[in-house]
């Protein structure tokens, strides 16, 4: 298990976005959220105290976690310093990227000499199988979105608080590293090999209830170039019964690559139900979350408005306003 509570590391982050890890842990597990430590230039900023290795320590932090998301997912030389330093004072070090802290030398030495824990969640723990397409009984929700890092994660996450807090039986599935160090468990999906990786989301949503509901956290997009072979893997591994739209309104490109644009969420919809219908005649899209975090209050509205009303799907920011109204447009399902 991962000590808590946590240091988030930022790094040298270019963006808010690419410490996206530790600000999904700050806003659906404060608790665990004592501090930041950023490095000179970090462009991200969650509102946390920013903390040393040593005030960290002294306010109880347990576990240092890389809450950087960047492209590749590798352990800059700049962060080694900070890392070991980390290890010496007595903390744990948790990180999701594809580049392992076991694969580093110098942080296992490190780990070793002050017996310490290294904790890489991006490693599968499982022998997934192959998937085989059997109907399970129960039923799942799965997030698709426009781009990647648009609210696939905050829209399951809200809609399982939603859920619950009706009564309703309901559980979100992380296939990610935000989800699976918030949660404390899941599929690190983009790890597994190619040929298991729906066989592993059949394996995390099995037989339930008739009346339980998944929500399957989404990942990348199908219209991204570099990352949609994980979103075909939770369509036809996770056989929604539904679909919610996710999309954040001011993009310009797709994440990562600049000579991309961003699908119409008509486009989304379209390919998306087809694809999904593959594995599941029924399934249907039945609402849609916007992201709306860099709009005004006024502009989110008119621009909710505007897509409710060209789309006649419920469509909500579910971390701004609740996800109530696609609480209920599932629960027509």
């Known amino acids: 298990m991962i000590q808590t509570p946590y240091l988030l590391f930022l790094g040298d982050a270019h963006d808010p976005l690419a410490a996206k890890v530790a600000q999904g842990i700050k806003d659906?597990?404060?608790?665990?959220a004592l501090g930041q430590f950023r490095l000179e230039g970090c462009q991200a900023d969650l509102g946390l105290p920013d903390m040393s290795i040593e005030e960290a320590v002294a306010a109880g932090v347990k576990t240092l976690v890389i809450g950087v998301a960047n492209r590749g997912g590798?352990?800059?030389?700049?962060?080694i310093a900070v890392l070991k330093e980390a290890l010496a004072a007595g903390l744990d070090i948790?990180?999701?990227l594809h580049n392992l802290l076991s694969d580093e030398g110098e942080l296992v030495a490190?780990?070793?000499?002050?017996g310490r824990t290294l904790h890489d969640v991006r490693i599968p723990t499982v022998a997934y199988p192959i998937a085989n397409g059997?109907?399970?009984?129960?039923?799942?929700c799965l997030a698709v979105g426009t781009d990647c890092s648009v609210g696939k994660m905050y829209t399951a996450i809200a809609m399982e608080r939603e859920m619950v807090a009706?009564?309703?039986?309901?559980?979100?599935?992380?296939?990610g590293q935000t989800g699976i160090l918030i949660t404390g468990g899941g599929v690190p999906l983009d790890a597994v090999i190619?040929?298991?990786m729906a066989g592993a989301v059949e394996y995390l949503t099995p037989d339930n209830d008739p009346d339980h509901w998944d929500l399957i956290e989404g990942q990348g997009s199908l219209y991204h170039a570099s990352y949609s072979g994980v979103t075909m893997a939770l369509i036809h591994g996770g056989q929604p019964d539904a679909l919610i739209l996710c999309h954040e309104p001011t993009r310009t490109h797709m994440r990562g690559l600049p000579g991309y644009g961003l699908p119409s969420l008509e486009d989304l919809r379209d390919l998306s139900l087809q694809l999904a219908q593959v594995v599941n005649a029924d399934c249907k899209v039945v609402g849609i979350s916007v992201n709306t975090a860099k709009l005004s209050d006024a502009d989110a509205e008119a621009y909710l408005a505007e897509v409710e009303a060209r789309m006649g799907l419920?469509?909500?920011d579910p971390y701004r306003q609740g996800a109530g109204r696609l609480v209920d447009a599932l629960a027509a399902v």
């Open 194 to 196: 190619a040929d298991f």
């Open 110 to 114: 490190a780990a070793q000499m002050h």
């Open 314 to 316: 419920p469509a909500v």
């Open 134 to 140: 059997e109907k399970r009984q129960g039923k799942r």
């Open 28 to 32: 659906w597990r404060p608790e665990y």
């Open 74 to 79: 590798v352990i800059a030389p700049s962060w």
């Open 94 to 96: 948790a990180s999701g």
């Open 166 to 175: 009706r009564g309703m039986k309901a559980t979100f599935r992380a296939t």
